[in-house]
């Protein structure tokens, strides 16, 4: 812990932390050091972790990197969190994140952007780290944590491990409980697990998961013990390679690395066969209306009444006016917009309900193909390396959010996906790919994943 925290100290440039808790973490280490002596503690006891400003931290600054959150203390634990401490962890901070979690880059933040490790060779250009989860990537790959918390609404856990060289999970919806989680589009959200390793993901996860009586949508199915699938056989398994995710204008660098993957996993003894995902084209649109309209009506909720930041006014509507227009950042503001106009009588049929048909037919591909006897479907993570801070936030909002074009499908049916490293591009930057299991089968994911590792 102390160890991290030096490193912590030393890493400021890279933004990764928005709150550190050395007092906090030195305390449970000590108390954890305690329980190791006498031989006890849990299966993570001791371990130093980063936790995404997304998740209520008790007593402890929780702002999902948002001006209106900026002075809010939570009273209570998130049941993930809290499930992570029961196992012994060590909390060393709250990670950076894009505002509300919504961003592909992590430059959408109230705190500022972060950077990553990584450079291009021979560059000193900053690098983004990917985003939302851009804190808990940059920390873990810095090794500014043993590992880190995130979470996933339409890529944001497998996007940013692709874009800094480490491995992310985002379980089935509803295997980790979201109570206490900043609600962005609650359909979507699912937290999950980063680490330099998959074996590391697998313990963290499993003490992340379970069911939560305070969460309806979490579900009562027993964990399994993901740390024992990493190194299984995936022999006989049928691999998916969907011919949708050959989008246009892919650089030959991923399709290259899509093949590779491919390869490792018939040499691992798997069967590669190619299916169909006939609605893919269609996910990016349909999400781009599912997750706004979710978030405009989860934020109504910052009114300067109830939570974080109040801006006075003459009356109560001039308060909420001026509360949230100091609040918000452009890119929230966006979604609220959007999220509104798709909702709103008149427009509600023509997208908000056709992109909730789109979203069955999304699934009922995905079905499909399961039914097939196919695992897991194999996708490179991201259509590009990481790029350089500054380079799309400005630019047409579109630009931004074609980076979650392979990522998005997995949250829309509500998958387990896992984003594994797998080499370097040509300017030596980390490039990922992505396996996308059965509903509740992480298992399989993580004996895939340790394959290609
Ligand atoms: N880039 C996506 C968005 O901005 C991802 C969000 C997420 O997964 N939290 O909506």
């Given at each position: 812990t102390q160890a991290h925290l030096d490193a912590i100290e030393k890493a400021r440039v890279l933004n990764a932390y928005v709150l550190e808790t050395p007092d906090k973490a030195l305390a449970m280490a000590k108390a954890s050091d305690e329980k190791l002596a006498k031989g006890e503690g849990g299966p993570l006891e001791g371990l130093p972790l980063g936790i995404k400003d997304m998740f209520a931290t008790e007593g402890v600054r929780t702002t999902a990197c948002a001006a209106i959150l900026e002075n809010f203390v939570p009273v209570y634990e998130s049941t993930v969190t809290s499930h992570l401490w029961r196992d012994g962890a060590v909390m060393l901070g709250k990670l950076n994140n894009d505002e509300f979690a919504m961003g592909s880059s992590n430059e959408t933040s109230h705190f500022g952007p972060v950077i990553s490790p990584w450079r291009r060779t021979?560059?000193?250009?900053?690098?983004?780290?990917?985003?939302?989860?851009?804190?808990?990537?940059?920390?873990?790959?810095?090794?500014?944590?043993?590992?880190?918390?995130?979470?996933?609404?339409?890529?944001s856990i497998r996007q940013p491990a692709a874009f800094a060289g480490i491995v992310g999970v985002k379980p089935t919806y509803g295997r980790c409980s979201r109570w206490g989680i900043v609600a962005f589009a609650s359909s979507l959200d699912q937290a999950g697990p980063f680490a330099r390793t998959v074996k590391d993901t697998a313990v963290l996860l499993r003490s992340m998961a379970g069911h939560d009586p305070k969460d309806t949508?979490?579900?009562?199915?027993?964990?399994?013990?993901?740390?024992?699938?990493?190194?299984?056989?995936?022999?006989?398994m049928k691999i998916g390679i969907p011919k949708e995710y050959r989008v246009a204008g892919m650089p030959d660098e991923i399709e290259a690395l899509w093949r590779k993957g491919a390869e490792w996993l018939k040499a691992a003894g798997a069967e590669i066969v190619e299916v169909s995902l006939p609605h893919t084209k269609y996910a990016l649109p349909a999400y781009y209306i599912v997750a706004p309209a979710e978030a405009s009506s989860n934020l109504a909720r910052y009114d300067g009444v109830r939570y974080g930041v109040r801006v006075p006014g003459n009356d109560i509507v001039d308060m909420y006016e001026k509360t949230r227009a100091a609040g918000f950042g452009p890119e929230v503001r966006r979604r609220i917009m959007i999220g509104t106009y798709v909702l709103s009588a008149g427009y509600y049929d023509a997208y908000y309900r056709r992109a909730q048909q789109v979203r069955t037919l999304i699934k009922k591909d995905f079905e499909d193909c399961f039914a097939q006897g196919v695992s897991a479907i194999l996708t490179p993570a991201t259509p590009s390396a990481a790029f350089g801070i500054g380079e799309k936030v400005s630019g047409d909002p579109v630009e931004m959010y074609l980076n979650d074009i392979f990522t998005v499908t997995v949250n829309m049916a509500g998958l387990p996906g896992i984003a594994v490293p797998a080499g370097l591009d040509a300017q030596g930057l980390p490039l990922g790919l992505q396996l996308i299991g059965r509903p509740f089968d992480e298992e399989t994911l993580f004996s895939l994943a340790g394959a290609i590792e």
């Open positions: 021979g560059s000193d250009a900053r690098i983004v780290p990917g985003g939302s989860s851009g804190g808990s990537a940059s920390a873990v790959a810095a090794s500014l944590c043993l590992g880190a918390t995130g979470t996933d609404t339409g890529g949508t979490s579900v009562d199915l027993p964990v399994p013990d993901y740390e024992a699938a990493v190194g299984r056989s995936v022999k006989g």
